[in-house]
């Protein structure tokens, strides 16, 4: 079974504060790959970044990161000094290997909201 | 590359009403996939298809139907139109040729029934 747990549903935050947002997953694959999404107020979906399961190195990109842990099935994504174009719900996904032909696994989504 | 196009954007549907939501993707994709998002919650898979004339049911099916006549077109049919129904939906598409099989999303097209 493929599974993917987002158990914040709603951060708050002030601009220029740092914030973590939470993705724990389940899969008996040894193969997989996550990936992260925004979708802002305009309700498109934006794809922030990929992982397969036998890269750990953590990835940062600008004011993004991202933390793989695969002792502890999670895939955490962090803003550094956020802003208020941040604002936006952020999804967590999954594919297994033998996830039928691509399909991905949403989290239920943590709603980020990052006030001036 | 226009990439994932959708139309309507935004519906409203009676109960009882039938209609189509229609997605086309221009990366010649074999795989296509329309998924649902209902507020609060994560997208869920409705159908999909590998290819020209194949589709099959996903997580979600109840009260949709799909067909695939072409690589780039990939409606899906809403016939008799629910509440339950209400949603935001998403056609997205994927290459084969990529073992993570990155998929492109379309904008969305948010139906609401009343």
């Known amino acids: 079974a493929q599974k993917v747990t987002q158990a914040q549903t709603e951060i708050s935050v002030v601009e220029k504060e740092d914030v973590t947002l939470d993705c724990v997953y389940e899969?008996?694959?040894?193969?997989?790959?996550l990936f992260w999404y925004k979708q802002p107020p305009s309700g498109e979906l934006v794809f922030l970044i990929r992982?397969?399961?036998?890269?750990?190195q953590n990835e940062i990109s600008g004011r993004y990161s991202w933390n793989f842990q695969k002792s502890t099935s999670s895939f955490n994504f962090t803003i550094t000094a956020s802003q208020v174009v941040d604002s936006a719900v952020y999804f967590c996904?999954?594919?297994?290997?033998?996830?039928?032909?691509?399909?991905?696994?949403f989290g239920r989504g943590t709603q980020l909201t990052v006030w001036p | 590359n226009a990439g994932v196009t959708q139309t309507p954007k935004f519906r409203i549907l009676k109960i009882g009403q039938s209609m189509t939501l229609q997605c086309t993707q221009d990366?010649?994709?074999?795989?296509m996939y329309w998924y649902r998002q209902d507020p609060g919650m994560g997208l869920k898979l409705i159908y999909y298809?590998?290819?020209?004339?194949?589709?099959d049911k996903g997580e979600v099916p109840n009260g949709y139907n799909v067909s695939r006549s072409t690589t780039e077109d990939f409606p899906l049919r809403l016939e008799l139109a629910a509440p339950s129904q209400t949603s935001v939906y998403f056609c997205a598409s994927s290459s084969p040729g990529t073992d993570s099989y990155e998929q492109y999303f379309g904008p969305g097209t948010r139906l609401t029934v009343t």
């Open positions: 990366m010649n994709h074999n795989y």
């Open positions: 899969t008996r694959d040894t193969t997989y790959y």
């Open positions: 992982r397969n399961s036998f890269d750990e």
């Open positions: 298809s590998v290819g020209a004339g194949i589709t």
């Open positions: 996904a999954l594919r297994g290997r033998g996830s039928t032909l691509g399909r991905l696994y």
